[in-house]
């Protein structure tokens, strides 16, 4: 392939890429792609987080590994924020587009064929990520932890759970985040053309028992703190 040819391939790519973005299919596949990323990371996130049950070697052990692989743990986190802010986009300007689509709202308002997971999808997210702010300045930086220990993780987790406002935030957010889950990964099947009436009770079954994984164990860290039962 010569030059001038490689060139006007490049070409096409980057003119169909854009009309892709740019089209509400694309926008949809878009966010359901990026949402898999962010379920993948949830997964991972909750599981080496329900290390502190083993005791603060095993959790502080786990920090210390993830951290001494920065290249690796940098990698991951381009990838999550990439994928994060592109989320973000596409979800804005979709609801930008349904809002110019019907600019005069419904007289009398009904919903048919959304459930309530669906209709706060648009709040649960900003809301999810003021939280995501937070619990990065709370137990990664220490910010606006008063107890914080650096390279402590066992410690700062049983003792910023320990108030029991924090815990309450922290809980109030993962149930915030059951509803954002479930319709997203609900949806994100819908969006890449993988639905069919034979199998979606079985992907609603699926993406239930994920959240429920998920959200649950995120759940019983704070609340295994405040009752006691981690100390």
């Known amino acids: 392939m010569s030059v001038d040819e490689f060139s ?11 009309s892709f973005w740019r089209s509400t299919v694309g926008k949809k596949v878009v966010m359901a792609l990026t949402g898999a990323i962010g379920v993948g990371y949830v997964v991972a996130h909750m599981l080496g987080n329900l290390q502190v049950f083993e005791g ?11 951290k001494s692989n920065l ?3 940098w990698t991951a986190r381009s990838i999550l924020i990439a994928a994060v802010g592109l989320h973000i986009v596409a979800a804005y300007q979709l609801a930008r587009t349904s809002q110019k689509s019907r600019p005069v709202g419904y007289k009398r308002w009904r919903s048919v064929g959304s459930d309530f997971a669906s209709r706060t999808m648009r ?6 990520g003021l939280f995501i702010v937070y619990h990065l300045l709370h137990l990664t930086t220490g910010a606006v932890h008063p107890d914080f220990v650096e390279a402590d993780v066992y410690q700062n987790v049983i003792s910023g759970f320990r108030v ?18 479930y319709h997203g990964a609900w949806s994100m099947f819908e969006s890449l053309g993988v639905n069919h009436p034979k199998y979606n009770r079985l ?12 959200v649950a164990g995120f759940i019983a860290i704070p609340a295994a703190v405040l009752l006691g039962f981690i100390s």
Do not use: D, F, Q
């Open 56 to 66: 603060a070697e095993k959790i502080n052990a786990y920090a210390a590994l993830l």
């Open 123 to 128: 709040w649960t997210g900003p809301l999810l």
């Open 8 to 18: 006007m391939s490049a070409e096409k790519r980057s003119h169909w890429l854009l």
């Open 203 to 214: 992907i609603r079954a699926l993406a239930t028992i994920l959240t429920a994984i998920v």
């Open 164 to 181: 029991w406002y924090v815990s309450v935030i922290y809980i109030v957010a993962m149930l915030m985040l059951a509803l954002h889950l």
């Open 71 to 73: 290249g690796l743990l």
